[in-house]
């Protein structure tokens, strides 16, 4: 692997500051309260209770829902998440006026490349926590290495909220290549999904002469293309994504439209909260009945809890009503290009469709397991693939 176009990273600066988790006792006795006297409704109507997807067709199952409530209560840490995020490295800084928080995890490897990490909805910096250190300083010496950044979205977790309009994916994109420069990181490989693949693929878009290449599991592509010619395969995926966002994306439409609204709930309410996510953690996981057959309890909690300390519920739901259906359609990707498409993702883009906008796939793969969250569904895959995907990506610029 070549040597990364940058200077040594700078992790501190006179824009750059050190920034620490410090959850007062009060917000977390607070949080328990609540949990302790929450209001749950009656059970779903769902015809049998099987173990199975059929009994989640409602939502959350109360079951389901109550367990996780009384975990949290009683037995979650949530100050062992806290010591992970400040023993990472947190940082702050304040680009166009609001103020972005980021993890930095620099390798110690002289060949180590910078890498962006973007996280999307409903998931957080905590979606990387894991998985930095083995990218930063793999334990065999012939992986690749990175410097990897993974910043908060604005609104989310300890960036700032957005107390204006325009805070949209082009927007972010920009604050996101002003960061890595700000950090000593002249080019660097950018990764994402959900969000994060749709402000990878606008970095790339925009800023090839920045960005040395992506990897992406949300490989979107332009709108109004024909299945002629599609396989099978690829059809039944078109088929899937087109029931997805007919008959299963009412929280995206809710939260493109009114997030105000769904917000209250979701500042107020920390089992509201706690439903409104896990039901999307369940639902696109790549699992038979529960999100938990892969993902534990105490990783979910994190990202939730994060929303629920920082208040974030309603300035997170923000980034559908500034970014709905809004990449810009001619926006073309030349930088060498990875996507992997996981089967149980929510939306999957045949590859002939893919090509239409990034014009330099050097790698793809779909693998026979994996959802929406495949950093935390399967990380030990998830790194493999992302350093093969950006080994691929570095190789095409030999």
């Not at 992790?11 to 959850?23: D, K, L, N, Y």
């Not at 690749?144 to 910043?151: D, T």
């Not at 002249?186 to 290449?213: E, K, M, N, Q």
């Not at 088929?239 to 493109?256: G, H, I, M, N």
Request: proline share 8%; charged share 25%; net charge negative.
């Amino acid at each position: 692997m070549p040597r990364p176009a940058t200077d040594a990273p700078r992790i501190s600066g006179p824009r750059v500051h050190a920034f620490e988790s410090r959850t007062t006792d009060a917000d977390l006795d607070d949080l328990r309260a609540r949990l302790s006297t929450a209001r749950l409704p009656e059970a779903e109507t769902v015809r049998g209770a099987p173990p199975g997807p059929r009994r989640w067709d409602q939502g959350v199952p109360l079951a389901d829902l109550a367990d996780v409530v009384e975990y949290w209560r009683t037995g979650y840490d949530w100050r062992a998440c806290e010591e992970r995020l400040n023993r990472m490295g947190q940082f702050r800084t304040t680009i166009d006026g609001l103020g972005i928080h980021f993890l930095h995890r620099p390798s110690r490897r002289a060949d180590a490349v910078p890498l962006l990490l973007t996280h999307g909805w409903p998931g957080s910096v905590v979606e990387f926590l894991h998985v930095m250190d083995e990218l930063a300083d793999p334990k065999d010496e012939g992986a690749p290495a990175f410097h990897v950044v993974a910043p908060s979205l604005p609104g989310f977790g300890y960036s700032e909220k957005p107390a204006t309009t325009g805070w949209g994916t082009e927007k972010i994109a920009a604050a996101w290549a002003e960061l890595m420069g700000r950090l000593g990181h002249r080019r660097f490989l950018a990764h994402g999904g959900d969000w994060g693949g749709t402000i990878t693929t606008v970095l790339g878009g925009r800023f090839p002469d920045r960005v040395l290449g992506v990897h992406s599991t949300f490989a979107q592509a332009p709108p109004g293309l024909t299945t002629d010619g599609l396989t099978e395969t690829e059809r039944g995926w078109t088929e899937e994504t087109r029931d997805f966002w007919s008959r299963r994306a009412a929280y995206a439409k809710q939260q493109a439209t009114r997030p105000q609204t769904i917000g209250y709930a979701l500042v107020d309410s920390p089992v509201g909260l706690l439903a409104w996510i896990l039901d999307k953690f369940a639902e696109w996981s790549d699992t038979e009945d529960s999100p938990f057959e892969t993902i534990s309890r105490d990783r979910v909690l994190d990202n939730v809890t994060l929303y629920w300390l920082t208040r974030t519920g309603a300035s997170a739901a923000r980034i559908y009503y500034e970014s709905h259906d809004s990449l810009d359609p001619g926006l073309r990707v030349d930088v060498p290009s990875a996507v992997t498409m996981y089967p149980r993702d929510v939306e999957k883009t045949p590859r002939p469709w893919a090509r239409e906008r990034y014009r330099n796939i050097v790698r793809w793969r779909s693998p026979d397991a994996g959802g929406h969250f495949p950093s935390l569904e399967m990380p030990g895959f998830f790194v493999d693939d992302l350093r093969e995907g950006l080994a691929a990506v570095l190789a095409a610029r030999e």
